[in-house]
């Protein structure tokens, strides 16, 4: 803050230190709620009050996700926090939405929304969403800065909220929910088909397939039993216009024009790189694309050709 002359207001180079002071913890059903470090877990203990309240809907919203039942790093998950009770509120009858920021390229989120889902709850994503809450019939409910996460949100760090039961402010909150929820850009699938998750990934990493979906190939026998004998998903590679690099398995494929055709070909490296799901794992959350790679999803569909 720049020095002002006013004696009616603060200079902040100015202000000498004071001790700790010891804030009253919420008692009503309105007011703030905050997260002090490891002690003062006052938002953790509204949301938990909030969920166990719903009788026919309940939202959540947060932009991050983690510890609930996914361990991070030394941090073990912590299901009491918010897992358990959205469990037990799915088993009586209610109605749970969770909207949350769509992030593939952490593995907490997506393990994360998976368990939810598995438990009954929708999960709504969206690729802008950063508000939390927590709003059940919309009649009791908070808004927060923190995320649904343990040692930077629920149980540890420094953030604050409003318990807002019965008031104006929660039921404009839910309209607002309600619309973003309804305007959401992304959708969460479980286990979808390699086609549909090529067409459809959110992965600023990754790009989608350059070639025909249907692709007249070349191969020897032995290169065409090896690929058809694969399971799972198939990852390419590329760099520039030059070869095509097919992943599957712990196997590798080149596929190459020459004289007007497609030629497929077994990799040198063929049974001795990582495989295709740690490779995938790693471009979607740690491995920066070289500049000038393109890497993705191969949905094609390879057709034989006689020799």
């Not at 694969?230 to 080149?254: I, K, N």
Request: one cysteine or more; a negative charge; proline letters at 6%.
């Amino acid at each position: 803050m720049p020095p002002d002359p006013d004696p009616e207001r603060y200079r902040v180079e100015s202000r000498t230190g004071r001790t700790r002071l010891t804030v009253t913890a919420p008692t009503g059903e309105t007011g703030p709620i905050w997260t002090w470090g490891s002690e003062e877990r006052h938002i953790a203990t509204a949301i938990e009050d909030i969920v166990d309240r719903a009788q026919t809907d309940l939202i959540l919203a947060t932009f991050s996700v983690a510890n609930m039942t996914y361990q991070i790093g030394k941090h073990p998950p912590q299901p009491h926090l918010l897992f358990d009770p959205v469990r037990r509120a799915v088993e009586r009858g209610v109605r749970v939405r969770m909207f949350m920021r769509g992030r593939n390229n952490m593995d907490a989120a997506r393990a994360e929304a998976a368990t939810f889902a598995e438990a009954g709850v929708e999960i709504v994503p969206d690729r802008l969403n950063h508000a939390k809450a927590a709003i059940a019939d919309g009649r009791h409910g908070a808004l927060f800065s923190a995320n649904f996460l343990t040692d930077l949100g629920l149980t540890g760090g420094i953030e604050m909220g409003m318990r807002l039961d019965g008031t104006a402010a929660l039921t404009e909150a839910v309209r607002y929910y309600e619309h973003a929820m309804d305007q959401a850009n992304m959708t969460f699938v479980r286990d979808p088909s390699l086609g549909e998750l090529a067409g459809t990934l959110y992965a600023e990493a990754l790009t989608p397939w350059p070639l025909p979906n249907s692709l007249e190939v070349m191969a020897d026998d032995h290169t065409w039993r090896r690929l058809k004998e694969q399971q799972g998903v198939v990852l390419y590679e590329r760099s520039g216009a030059s070869t095509v690099t097919l992943h599957s398995g712990s196997d590798r494929w080149q596929l190459d024009t020459a004289n007007g055709w497609w030629w497929l070909e077994q990799d040198s490296l063929s049974g001795k790189s990582r495989k295709t799901s740690e490779i995938f794992e790693a471009w979607l959350t740690r491995e920066r694309t070289p500049e000038g790679v393109q890497r993705g999803l191969c949905p094609a569909v390879l057709v034989r050709m006689p020799l």
